[in-house]
């Protein structure tokens, strides 16, 4: 079985500060995982995954996330906060290998509710 | 090149009836899953289909079933609706064989299911 834990529900910060999102995860083997936004009445938007290699990975809107194998952590960071990253972000992890139908599901944790405040 | 499109919108529909949503993918991507997301949770996934077969499916009874059309275009239909079955239905498309791991899937805007 594979879980994503987002430990909090809600992280406010103000506008110009840096963000961090929190995530850890379970899965057997190793891990893919994954970034993913969602904005009011909108489908969920992929902003970066770490599938290998470089802990530190980079993704859309000047986020990024550090892959921790040995705490499995996977968090969401952003050097500087705007008002536009207002939304609720959802961490998901997926097993590296297949080993049977419904290897390839994508399990994602609660979502945290992000507010930049102005 | 468009993106996943997914209709209706909104729906409401009373227990016992059944439901069909639909489900377009983004141009090219030949893997549809579906996602199930009750209010103030994550998106659960339901299933996935590969080449017009169901390949993956999560906790979810039989009353819940899929199709994927020639044109990578899907149905979710659930029958027998429950008060619990209230949620937003997520349709998400990937290009791969469908069995990597790595591939990003993009979401559609979803159906948002009320049973009364």
């Known amino acids: 079985a594979q879980s994503v834990a987002q430990p909090e529900d809600q992280v406010n910060v103000a506008e110009g500060n840096p963000l961090t999102v929190k995530c850890t995860y379970s899965?057997?083997?190793?891990?893919?995982l994954f970034w993913y936004v969602q904005y009011p009445n909108r489908g969920l938007q992929f902003l970066l995954k770490?599938?290998?290699?470089?802990?530190l990975v980079k993704g859309s809107y000047g986020f990024e996330a550090e892959f921790n194998k040995s705490q499995t952590s996977f968090h969401l960071k952003k050097p500087s906060a705007l008002v536009s990253d207002s939304a609720l972000y959802f961490c998901a992890v997926r097993r590296d290998s297949y080993s049977g139908a419904g290897s390839y599901q994508l399990t994602f944790g609660k979502g945290t509710k992000l507010s930049v405040i102005p | 090149e468009t993106g996943v499109t997914q209709s209706p919108t909104h729906l409401i529909k009373t227990r016992g009836q059944q439901v069909t949503l639909r489900c377009s993918s983004q141009s090219g991507h030949n893997t549809v899953s579906w996602y199930q997301q009750a209010l103030g949770q994550g998106p659960q996934f339901i299933f996935q289909?590969?080449?017009?077969?169901?390949?993956g499916r999560g906790n979810f009874p039989p009353r819940f079933s899929g199709l994927q059309f020639p044109n990578y275009s899907s149905e979710l239909n659930v029958n027998a609706l429950e008060l619990d079955d209230s949620a937003l239905y997520l349709c998400?498309?990937?290009?791969?064989?469908?069995?990597?791991?790595?591939?990003?899937?993009?979401f559609g805007a979803g159906s948002r299911l009320t049973v009364l």
């Open positions: 770490y599938i290998t290699g470089d802990n």
């Open positions: 998400a498309s990937s290009l791969g064989q469908g069995l990597s791991g790595a591939n990003v899937l993009t």
């Open positions: 899965v057997s083997g190793n891990p893919y």
């Open positions: 289909y590969y080449r017009e077969e169901e390949n």
